[in-house]
């Protein structure tokens, strides 16, 4: 209850208790004048008639002044009887008054009673009622207070598991995060040995190239050195070949114009002698002429030599290179088949092997460039092949035609190459379907393939021949299963 139903009940109950005692005082005041009104009717007809004794004459005795006569005697009996009747009736009705005053006061003390009963009792149902309230209160706060110690207590149990599931949480978290720390220091360390074994077949690799392309430009150079040589020798012989024939040329104009001159003074006494001297320059420009020519041809030849040799020279440079190319896609080749054989297990050959004409390949890979590509090669050597746009529809098509081996890229809109993976895998009419999965070359990427269950992972960009070697392996292993 409130506190001003509480200030109610209270004002209430002291104007019931005035409304009481307010009764009872005007009752007893009442009752007080009625018993004064009593007494008077009792006093004043003794006080207004003289007493009996003193009206009565005395039997035997007459009075002093005269005797009454019977008349007078029959008419104080008379008033004597009339008298006593009177007082009888004032007494019988003061008798009836005080009756009915008592019965009065009695009916009112009852009244008072009742009024003070129904009064108690009010208050006891009053004073009950306020029990029951205060019970009730009582009782309701108990109920809010165990309510709310329940709800604290569900609330500390709440936050205290929470607390220990958070704890729990933090120290999966930690266990994964160290976990997670190991297998990221084993990969950075498996990352450091690739990535120095890759250095290293790098180094290699370009030191071989290097100590190539050095003994390529050395060679180059020498050829050049040796072109220049020869061109230069070329040029040297030719000069001197000209030199010669402009001095055979001016030393035959020479000796023209001195003949010229000898023969305008003794033209008659000198022609015998100008013809053989002309005979004789003219043998000399001959000589020097088929001189010249034969340095010239030798010049040539050896010209053609040079030229054959520094020919000959490139050809076989060149071969040496070729040779040098092969090795290294060889070698390159026979480490990946090595990389290959270790990350798969040796297959068994238990049983007979399916040729490539009974073996479906399917490729799955949204670019059409690669599947077009991949089937191209599939197809060269003789397997059968089908091709999915994406994960979405290389699985709509295992429903129907399971293949013999799946070749799936990683990157795919839809369905990616691990959820197919994973599909496939769960799959019992697919289960044993070796998986080859073609991505980037990386660690993190390699251990989620091999999580989801994928037999090889070719890192891009691959030789061609992997491929085929990783699917009759795995077409080995299959039959040996």
Do not use: C
């Amino acid at each position: 209850m409130s506190m001003n139903e509480n200030m109610l009940l209270v004002a209430a109950a002291v104007f019931a208790v005035f409304l009481v005692v307010s009764f009872f005082i005007a009752r007893r005041s009442a009752r007080k004048r009625l018993d004064q009104r009593s007494d008077w009717r009792h006093i004043e007809p003794s006080e207004a008639r003289p007493p009996a004794d003193e009206a009565r004459p005395t039997p035997g005795v007459a009075p002093e002044e005269s005797r009454p006569e019977p008349a007078a005697q029959e008419a104080a009996a008379t008033r004597a009887a009339e008298d006593a009747a009177h007082r009888e009736s004032e007494r019988q009705a003061a008798e009836r008054q005080a009756s009915e005053a008592r019965a009065a006061e009695e009916a009112a003390r009852r009244e008072a009673q009742r009024l003070a009963t129904e009064e108690a009792a009010r208050r006891e149902a009053q004073r009950l009622a306020t029990e029951e309230a205060a019970r009730r209160e009582s009782e309701r706060r108990a109920v809010e207070q165990a309510a709310r110690l329940a709800a604290e207590r569900q609330a500390a149990e709440q936050r205290a598991a929470e607390e220990a599931a958070q704890r729990e949480a933090q120290r999966l978290a930690a266990e994964e995060a160290a976990r997670r720390a190991s297998e990221r220091r084993a990969a950075d360390e498996a990352a450091r040995q690739a990535a120095e074994k890759r250095a290293a077949e790098e180094a290699a690799q370009r030191e071989a190239q290097r100590l190539a392309a050095a003994e390529t430009a050395r060679r180059a150079s020498e050829r050049r050195a040796a072109e220049e040589a020869a061109r230069l020798a070329a040029e040297r012989k030719a000069a001197e070949a000209r030199a010669a024939e402009e001095a055979a040329q001016r030393e035959a104009r020479r000796l023209a114009a001195e003949e010229a001159a000898r023969r305008d003074a003794a033209r008659r006494a000198e022609d015998e002698a100008a013809r053989r001297r002309a005979a004789e320059r003219q043998a000399a420009e001959e000589a020097a002429s088929r001189a010249a020519a034969r340095r010239a041809a030798d010049d040539a030849a050896q010209l053609e030599r040079e030229r054959r040799a520094v020919a000959e020279a490139l050809r076989q440079e060149e071969q040496e290179l070729r040779i040098i190319e092969q090795a290294i896609n060889r070698e390159n080749q026979r480490q990946a088949v090595e990389a290959a054989r270790r990350q798969a297990p040796a297959p068994l050959t238990h049983a007979p092997v399916k040729s490539p004409q009974q073996t479906v390949v399917m490729v799955a890979d949204d670019s059409r460039v690669v599947r077009v590509k991949t089937g191209r090669l599939l197809s060269a050597h003789a397997y059968q092949v089908l091709t999915a746009e994406d994960g979405l529809d290389a699985a709509r098509q295992i429903e129907g035609t399971v293949p013999d081996i799946l070749v799936t890229d990683v990157d795919m809109p839809g369905l990616d190459g691990f959820q197919l993976s994973r599909q496939v895998r769960a799959d019992p009419r697919t289960a044993h379907v070796p998986i080859i999965m073609v991505t980037s070359d990386n660690d993190e990427l390699r251990s989620q393939a091999a999580a989801v269950g994928v037999n090889v992972v070719l890192g891009k960009p691959y030789p061609e021949e992997l491929l085929i070697n990783h699917i009759e392996r795995l077409m080995m292993a299959q039959a040996g299963r």
